[in-house]
């Protein structure tokens, strides 16, 4: 079968090596006789998978030994209650959808506070972060690295006066280095350059466990019950693990992150210059945040956008329709999409922006 090319924000696409991996292991793992979804996540084969996947992991993003790895279920916005509940007040950066559903689940608590974001300007830019302006009682300031709406990304970590940075990277996450030690907190739902959705990877420095939490916070929800039993106090999302593994395996065949960033720079780089370079199409987001992952633009005459997603789906360039809360068109390319699929769609569009001039 012909595969489409889906630039879908997520669930995305996946290498095809990887998925040519899962089909043939499918129903006998590792000479098992079993599938690995059969496989008990007690068993050495799942184990040795789990640890597998850790240790890529930490090669691919250097991370150090002060850190943990954690799997966990609930995707990243299990994350957004989670972490107020461990680590206390955060200070949050306000850049987009996701920042601002984090946010509102520490309100809830009565541990968050926004100081600062970008919606003066519709999320069109990254806002400078002046570490005098934090909320003096905040415990950790949190951002969302990368905005898979807006189109916008943090190209550095802003400074917290100290607080340790809590980072949601779930659109951008192993798309480029990333030096961890400059983070408290790293989380990341798997569907957008990890694996299949139902995974939350979390890499945190262990100092920020905390040791004692109010009887009000279920085991569930403290890192420090994940820690001690090596994210196997209760079944993990076993074949999301498991796929995590063979993207993390790819990503290292395929030369680890640097060279992962080149060709993603690449990609989002001949994306944006067809944009540019026609009077047609707009991306009005600041070019110095221009995120690599997920580039979104209108059609100058918008009622020729859905026109333009039918002629899209039908020539295989899927999932083009922006998110429904702001409309237009994005186009996300993950690790997975490969330099071809760009360069379709921008085939595409310099063709219909002939066809309809």
């Given at each position: 079968m012909a595969r489409a090319y889906n630039?879908?924000?997520?669930?995305?696409?996946?290498?095809e090596e990887v998925l040519q991996k899962v089909r043939h292991e499918l129903l006998d793992y590792a000479s098992s006789g079993m599938s690995v979804m059969e496989l008990s996540h007690r068993s050495d084969a799942f184990k040795d998978i789990l640890s597998e996947a850790e240790e890529r992991l930490r090669r691919l993003l250097s991370i150090p030994e002060d850190y943990c790895v954690l799997f966990l279920?609930?995707?990243?916005?299990?994350?957004?209650?989670?972490?107020?509940?461990?680590?206390?007040?955060?200070?949050?950066?306000?850049?987009?959808?996701?920042?601002?559903?984090?946010?509102?689940?520490?309100?809830?608590?009565?541990?968050?506070?926004?100081?600062?974001?970008?919606?003066?300007?519709d999320f069109?830019?990254?806002?400078?972060?002046?570490?005098?302006?934090?909320?003096?009682?905040?415990?950790?300031v949190h951002i969302c690295d990368n905005n898979t709406l807006y189109g916008t990304k943090?190209?550095?970590?802003?400074?917290?006066?100290?607080?340790?940075?809590?980072?949601?990277?779930?659109?951008?996450?192993?798309?480029a280095p990333v030096d961890v030690g400059k983070y408290g907190l790293i989380y990341a739902g798997a569907q957008k350059n990890i694996g299949p959705a139902g995974l939350c990877v979390v890499i945190m420095k262990k100092s920020l466990i905390p040791e004692d939490l109010p009887g009000s916070v279920p085991l569930m929800l403290r890192?420090?019950?994940?820690?001690?039993?090596?994210?196997?106090?209760?079944?993990?999302p076993t074949f999301s693990v498991y796929v995590?593994?063979?993207?993390?395996?790819?990503?290292?065949?395929?030369?680890?992150?640097?060279?992962?960033?080149?060709?993603?720079?690449?990609?989002?780089?001949?994306?944006?210059?067809?944009?540019?370079?026609?009077?047609?199409?707009?991306?009005?987001?600041?070019?110095?945040?221009?995120?690599?992952?997920?580039v979104p633009f209108?059609?100058?005459?918008?009622?020729?956008?859905?026109?333009?997603?039918?002629?899209a789906e039908k020539a295989g360039l899927n999932n083009l329709k922006g998110?429904?809360?702001?409309?237009?068109?994005?186009?996300s390319i993950y690790n997975a999409m490969p330099m071809e699929g760009v360069e379709a769609l921008v085939s595409f569009m310099r063709e219909f922006e002939k066809n309809n001039i």
């Open positions: 630039f879908c924000a997520g669930p995305a696409m996946l290498p279920q609930g995707g990243a916005s299990l994350q957004f209650p989670m972490v107020p509940m461990n680590l206390g007040k955060g200070a949050y950066v306000i850049t987009g959808r996701w920042a601002q559903k984090a946010y509102e689940a520490a309100k809830l608590q009565g541990r968050g506070e926004a100081f600062a974001g970008s919606a003066d300007r069109e830019y990254i806002p400078k972060i002046d570490p005098s302006e934090i909320p003096g009682d905040a415990d950790f943090f190209f550095k970590p802003p400074e917290t006066g100290g607080r340790p940075l809590v980072s949601d990277m779930s659109s951008c996450i192993l798309s890192y420090k019950t994940y820690y001690e039993h090596g994210s196997l106090y209760n079944t993990p995590a593994n063979l993207v993390f395996r790819w990503l290292e065949e395929k030369g680890g992150l640097a060279a992962m960033e080149e060709v993603n720079k690449a990609k989002a780089q001949l994306l944006y210059d067809a944009i540019e370079e026609s009077a047609f199409y707009v991306n009005k987001i600041s070019p110095r945040d221009r995120s690599i992952m997920n209108r059609l100058r005459n918008r009622t020729l956008e859905p026109l333009f997603l039918a002629e998110h429904w809360s702001v409309g237009g068109i994005r186009a």
